[in-house]
C-alpha cells in the first residue's frame, strides 16, 4: 500500500526545493568523480557518493551455523574469537558455492555480512605461503582497508598475509608488501593497475578474484578499469562478484568473465528500515547547531554520525561542538588520508564518540553501534538519506535517526518519504531551540511525563523536552562486547564531567 508522504508537507511548507546553487555546487565538489585512467590518481580521487536504498541490515536468522558450512577449524575458531555465532544469509548461501571453488554473482549489500562471505572461502582455498593467489577489488580505499580487517580478522590462524593496494598512499610500501609474500591483494582498480603496470602485482598466479560492490566501481568510473583487470589475469581462476544491485551491465561482466556462475540474491526482500526509529525536526537554519547540542546532551549517543552536506558545514561543525566541550572527529574531503584513517579509527574504536562527516564517510564506515545518525543538512540525493541511515541499525541492532529540515526543505523531506515509503514523524515542536547563542541551562520547566526528560550533564540535572521515548533506548548499556568491541566505559554524559575537571 503506498503511503502519501502528507508531514512532510505539512511540517515543512516545500516552497524552495532545491538548495542553493552554492551549496550544491559545494556539495558536488565534496564528491567530485574523477576520470577513470588506469593511473594511481584515479584510486586516490574522491569517491562519489552513489548510494543504494537497499543498503540495510538484515538480522541473523536460525538456521546452520558455520560448522556445518564445511569450514576449517582454523577459521571456525577465528568466527568465534569474532563473535561471529550465527552465520548471515549470504555467508550461508555463498559459502558453500565458494567453497567447491564456483564462480558466484552474489546480490547483497553493505550490513548483510557480505564481506566475511566472500573472504572465509578465500581464507580457506587461498594457499600458504605459495605466492599471490587472490585479488579482491573494492570501490575505495575505505572499503579496502575494511576489507583487509576483516580477512585479516578472520585469517590470523592461517598465517596468510595481506596487502593493500589504494591510490592516496605511499606505493613504494604497497609493493613491498606484495613482494613479501601477501597471498591475498585488496585494491581499487586503479592502484592495482597501475601496480600491475609496474610489474609489482603480477596476476599470473591468481586462482581468486573478488569484485566487491561491483555495481558502485561501474558507478563511480571505474568500468574500464575493471574489463582490463579482468582481461588480462590469464590464469585458471574463480570469479566471484558481490553488488547490491545486479544490472544488466553487471549480468553482461559476469557472462564475459565467468563460468557457469551461480546467482545468490539474499537483497529481495529484505529492504527494510524497520530497526531505524527516523523522524525529522524542522528548524530554522541559524538554529541548527543549538539544535544539535541540544540533542547531543539529551540523548547522550554512543556513537554518533553528524552528516553535512558541505566540507565548510562539518568544518565548523566540529569546531563549534569541540568549543561546547562536545569530543568529535571530522572526516570530509579536505583531509588528507592519513587524518581521515586516524579519525575513523578514533571513532571505530568508540575512542571518540562524535564522528562530523560529508557523504564521503558514509561509504564502507562499518561501526557496529552506531547508535545515532544527525542529518544535520538534509541530503541533496534522496538516496544518500539511506544510505547515511544504513550507518546505524547494522547487523539487526536498533538505531536512531534524525534529520534537520528547514521550513524550505519540505520537497527533499516529501521526496526521502516517497523513497521510503514511510511517512516520518516530526519530533517535538519544542525541540528548537531558544535563540541563543549557546544553549544555556534553562530553568526547568514543570516536566510531564510524555515531553519532557530529565537528564544530567556536568553532574547537573537539566530538563529537555524531548519525546521521551526519544531518549528511552539509549539510556541503556549497549552491549559492544557482543560483537568483541571494547566496550565503552564512558558515555557523553561523563565526557563532559571529564573535561570538565580538566579545564
Ligand atoms: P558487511 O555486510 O560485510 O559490511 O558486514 C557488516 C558487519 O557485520 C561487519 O561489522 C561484520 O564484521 C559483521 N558481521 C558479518 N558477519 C557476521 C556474523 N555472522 N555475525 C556477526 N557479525 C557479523
Redesign the pocket.
Known sequence: MEKKPATAAKAASAKKPAAPKAARKSAAADTKPQKATAVAAIAEAEPVLLAHPEEL?TP?KPGPG?DQLGLHPDILAA?RD???????D??RELIPHALKGQDCLGQ??????????F?IPLLQLVKHRAGLQALVLVPTRELAV??DQ?VR?LGKQRGLSTALAYGGANAGAQIRQIADGAEIVVGTPGRVLDLHGRRALPFDGLKHVVLDEVDRMLDIGFRDDIRRILRSIKSKHQTIFVSATISDEIRKLAKTYMHEPVEINVSADELTVDKIEQGYVTVERRDKFDTLLKFMRAAKPTLAIVFCNMKVTARKVAKLLKDNRIECVEIHGDLMQRKRERAMEQFRKAHVQVLVATDLASR?L???EVSHIVNYDIPEDTAVYVHRIGRTA??GKSGYAVTFVQPDEGKQLTDIENLINRVLPQFEDSWAPPRVARPVAAPPPAPTPESHAEITIAGEKEHVQLPKRLLEPYQRDVVLDS?GLVPLARNLGSRFRSNRRRR
Do not use: C, N, W
Open positions: 541490515v541473523l558455520f568466527l569474532a563473535k561471529f555465532e550465527t552465520p548471515s549470504i555467508q547483497a549489500r553493505t550490513g548483510t555480512g557480505k564481506t566475511a562471505a573472504a575494511q576489507v576483516h580478522m564502507g562499518d561501526v557496529l547494522r547487523m560483537y
